[in-house]
């Protein structure tokens, strides 16, 4: 799991944001499709949940193949989810 922050800004203000992102080291992404469908469920029924913003098993957008965010760690074919902390 990796922690980090985004600044940005929107309207003439300046936000910051958490944002986690779990990596699984299972060879099947069954464990975090079904975490992102409940996680969206929950979500929809407007209970306090982090909103998970996406699901990625192939790493094509977020590319956690590869090194990951300086910390020398290989993520291989793993799995991912985004979200808001």
Not at 50 to 78: I, M, S
């Amino acid at each position: 799991m990796y922690s980090f922050f985004v600044t940005f800004a929107s309207g003439g203000l300046k936000h910051r944001k958490e944002f986690i992102l779990r990596v699984y080291q299972e060879e099947s992404g069954e464990r975090g499709r079904k975490e992102f469908a409940v996680l969206k469920a929950l979500k929809e029924r407007n209970l306090p949940v982090p909103t998970a913003y996406c699901f990625e098993e192939d790493n094509k957008v977020l590319r956690a193949r590869k090194t990951f965010y300086g910390h020398g760690e290989n993520c291989g074919q793993k799995c991912v989810i985004l979200l808001e902390r």
